[in-house]
């Protein structure tokens, strides 16, 4: 199950960065850029929790500080995707399931407006302003509009994909089978019913004979 998790969220996470730095920056759209690594760390964390999010979140930052053309101090966006997992994860469901779009899309909102903010904040610690020159709230508001325009069509595939890979048939049912086996033979369950079975039927022989004497007798009488 741990392996399905990490080669899951390893190509998810390798496929989101290819496509956003081929396509979605090369987009040239006003403000800010369609975030799918993000949307990628949401959906992961919704259903792997704030520690996997968490771990989820550094390496696909790290990857981002340093494929080319990164134009920022290693490290940072790294930082700003670990908190979002962590914090992301920790709403996760206990049932692992959630009943409507409203979380996911509210966690979009959230993540979107928290990553830009964090990173600007850390880019200001480094004396980086960009975020400055386009100006803070354009960016929040494009980040915003951009990750809820992609996240219908990303988040909840993820989210299935990773319960997909969570849920192993042969690894449930090869686990079912021997905690059953291991119960019978703990407990002793199988030579339990097996007696209880034999008492059984030796009480309705015995009702049967006494049955088919009765009815003897009637018919000597």
């Given at each position: 199950?741990?392996?399905?998790?990490?080669?899951?969220?390893?190509?998810?996470?390798?496929?989101?960065?290819?496509?956003?730095?081929?396509?979605?920056?090369?987009?040239?759209?006003?403000?800010?850029?369609?975030?799918?690594?993000?949307?990628?760390?949401?959906?992961?964390?919704?259903?792997?929790?704030?520690?996997?999010?968490?771990?989820?979140?550094?390496?696909?930052?790290?990857?981002?500080?340093?494929?080319?053309?990164?134009?920022?101090?290693?490290?940072?966006?790294?930082?700003?995707?670990?908190?979002?997992?962590?914090?992301?994860?920790?709403?996760?469901?206990?049932?692992?399931?959630?009943?409507?779009?409203?979380?996911?899309?509210?966690?979009?909102?959230?993540?979107?407006?928290?990553?830009?903010?964090?990173?600007?904040?850390?880019?200001?610690?480094?004396?980086?302003?960009?975020?400055?020159?386009?100006?803070?709230?354009?960016?929040?508001?494009?980040?915003?509009i951009y990750d809820l325009l992609l996240a219908p069509f990303t988040v909840p595939l993820i989210m299935a994909l990773a319960r997909r890979?969570?849920?192993?048939?042969?690894?449930?049912?090869?686990?079912?089978?021997?905690?059953?086996?291991?119960?019978?033979?703990?407990?002793?369950?199988?030579?339990?019913?097996?007696?209880?079975?034999?008492?059984?039927?030796?009480?309705?022989?015995?009702?049967?004979?006494?049955?088919?004497?009765?009815?003897?007798?009637?018919?000597?009488?």
């Amino acid at each position: 199950m741990r392996f399905n998790r990490i080669l899951l969220s390893t190509t998810l996470v390798v496929v989101a960065l290819v496509l956003q730095v081929s396509i979605l920056a090369r987009l040239q759209l006003p403000g800010a850029v369609p975030d799918l690594l993000l949307l990628v760390v949401v959906g992961l964390s919704l259903v792997y929790g704030h520690v996997s999010g968490a771990l989820i979140g550094f390496g696909a930052g790290l990857l981002v500080d340093l494929a080319p053309p990164a134009d920022h101090a290693a490290g940072r966006y790294a930082l700003v995707l670990c908190v979002i997992g962590y914090l992301v994860g920790l709403a996760k469901p206990e049932n692992g399931q959630l009943r409507s779009a409203t979380g996911p899309m509210a966690m979009v909102v959230v993540a979107a407006v928290g990553s830009t903010l964090l990173y600007a904040g850390v880019g200001a610690l480094v004396g980086d302003t960009a975020a400055r020159h386009v100006g803070l709230v354009s960016l929040l508001v494009t980040a915003v509009i951009y990750d809820l325009l992609l996240a219908p069509f990303t988040v909840p595939l993820i989210m299935a994909l990773a319960r997909r890979a969570e849920n192993d048939p042969l690894a449930e049912n090869t686990g079912s089978g021997s905690d059953v086996a291991s119960g019978f033979m703990a407990n002793g369950t199988g030579l339990r019913i097996g007696e209880q079975r034999g008492v059984l039927r030796m009480k309705a022989a015995r009702n049967r004979a006494a049955r088919a004497g009765r009815i003897k007798g009637v018919k000597r009488l």
